[in-house]
């Protein structure tokens, strides 16, 4: 007897065998755009191109990007906070700075720089999108379900993949029917 491989599949079954394995997809196609965001832009600093300001800006947040990657987050917090005084009107140093707020385990602080690049973005661009994904993971981790689902909600309209991964995770009766799917396959 031959073994079954993918290859023998119809494409069909390949669909249906994929819903089952990746319980993010449906019908095997991903529901969002495999570059996620990519098509995202932030209207704030497009329509700021030729402003000294945001240039200087994004090149501080660029460097602080760097350095919270190495692991110096202090030195990153610093960046960012010269990057957010360089041109407080933009919001992805804002957000940034809340991510490296969380990694240092001050979330206060990162709920407040969500929450102003929240409103800067006025919840849309590439900094919406992350932004309420943030805020959607800390409410997620503080009980707070009914908020993080309406955050998610919002961000995966904006095209968050991540977000919508979330939202199937938050749904009781999809990590019902996934388990049962599981144990099926156990069999």
């Known amino acids: 007897m031959n073994p079954l491989t993918?290859?023998?599949?119809s494409e069909h079954d390949r669909q249906v065998l994929e819903s089952i394995l990746n319980p993010s997809q449906i019908g095997g196609?991903?529901?969002?755009?495999?570059e996620e965001e990519k098509h995202l832009d932030d209207p704030q600093d497009a329509n700021a191109s030729g402003?000294?300001?945001?240039?200087?800006?994004?090149r501080l947040e660029l460097e602080a990007i760097g350095l919270a990657g190495q692991g110096k987050l202090s030195e990153a917090l610093e960046l960012l906070s010269k990057s957010i005084e360089t041109a407080p009107e933009r919001p992805a140093p804002w957000n940034n700075r809340a991510q490296v707020y969380i990694l240092l385990g001050k979330e206060?602080?990162?709920?407040?720089?969500?929450?102003?690049?929240?409103?800067?973005?006025?919840?849309t661009g590439r900094t919406g999108c992350r932004a309420?994904?943030?805020?959607?993971?800390?409410?997620?981790?503080?009980?707070d379900v009914d908020g993080a689902r309406a955050d998610f909600e919002v961000a995966a309209k904006l095209g968050s993949k991540f977000a919508r991964t979330q939202l199937i995770e938050l749904n009781p009766f999809a990590a019902l029917c996934n388990q049962m799917l599981r144990e099926v396959m156990k069999m």
């Open 132 to 143: 309420l994904c943030q805020r959607g993971i800390l409410k997620r981790k503080n009980n």
């Open 51 to 58: 402003d000294p300001r945001v240039s200087d800006s994004q």
């Open 6 to 9: 993918k290859g023998c599949l």
């Open 29 to 34: 196609e991903e529901y969002l755009l495999q």
């Open 108 to 123: 206060q602080e990162a709920l407040s720089d969500i929450d102003q690049a929240l409103k800067l973005s006025n919840q």
